[in-house]
């Protein structure tokens, strides 16, 4: 993907586990509808669990190389993203407050969640039957294109994102970049760098993207080269963490 081509390291990481993971394992099997969380999407905060991964996620940030080292943090707007990124700067020395040249994270909207508008908040079962003509389209036209009622399909999520890779490139040519997230953006923006297909994309949207793990990318020098994919290895010293 031209517009990421310019960077030397591309990471992207999945927030913490949050309160909304965990609302949603509650139902999960259930006859709920709801999956009973009381806080706009932007606004639900990590768990226990999610800030000490967040923490792990730091200390492997700490021991990279300096030729390693994200020299640009981007990070969505939402709660459970902006404390992930600042919990994890905070356990290096590279992004120490008092120092005029640490790194500070910056805020761009692009990188929030999917919005599923009026499905917001239900479970699978929940859509089914409140809202049997939804689901019914989304038989029809299938995970990718499907848009909800107010909300976003998966390609509006990449047209937002080319957007955002767009300028990243304008701001930072060369750099090492650190991007915190949610999984559809993590699987959006493996569709762009690697130039996938729906199919192919889809595919692997069936793989979940565990809170925290990492999905990085370096450059060639002409192109970037996928490293790895939701790997997990950083936080084996706390258990994997739940999808």
């Known amino acids: 993907m031209a517009s990421v081509s310019a960077l030397q390291w591309l990471n992207l990481t999945r927030h913490g586990e949050s309160t909304g993971n965990l609302a949603y394992q509650a139902v999960r099997g ?22 000490d991964q967040a923490a792990t996620l730091g200390r492997w940030l700490a021991g990279l190389p300096e030729q390693e080292r ?11 993203t902006l404390d992930t990124a ?24 692009r990188l929030r ?30 995970k990718f294109y499907y848009r909800p009622p107010g909300g976003e399909s998966w390609t509006d999520l990449a047209l937002r994102l080319r957007s955002f890779y767009r300028d990243l490139e304008a701001d ?13 953006i993590v699987v959006m923006t493996r569709y762009l760098v690697e ?3 729906e199919r192919d994309i889809m595919e692997i949207e ?20 996928a490293v790895c994919y939701n790997d997990c290895s950083h936080l084996s010293d706390i258990g994997a963490p739940a999808p």
Request: no cysteine.
């Open 30 to 51: 259930t006859d709920a509808e709801e999956a009973g969380i009381v806080e706009r999407d932007a606004d639900i905060p990590l768990s226990a669990a999610g800030r």
């Open 70 to 80: 994200p020299t640009h943090v981007i990070a969505s707007p939402y709660l459970r």
């Open 86 to 109: 600042k919990i994890a700067l905070g356990r290096t020395s590279y992004a120490a407050p008092q120092d005029p040249g640490g790194l500070v994270v910056r805020v761009d909207e």
């Open 113 to 142: 969640d999917r919005e599923q508008g009026v499905l917001q908040g239900l479970t699978a079962l929940g859509v089914r039957r409140r809202f049997p003509g939804e689901a019914a389209r989304l038989r029809q036209l299938g």
């Open 172 to 184: 930072a040519p060369g750099g090492r970049v650190l991007v915190v997230t949610h999984d559809a």
């Open 195 to 197: 130039n996938l297909t």
């Open 206 to 225: 069936r793989e979940p993207v565990a809170n925290a793990s990492l999905t990085r990318w370096r450059s060639d020098g002409s192109e970037l080269q």
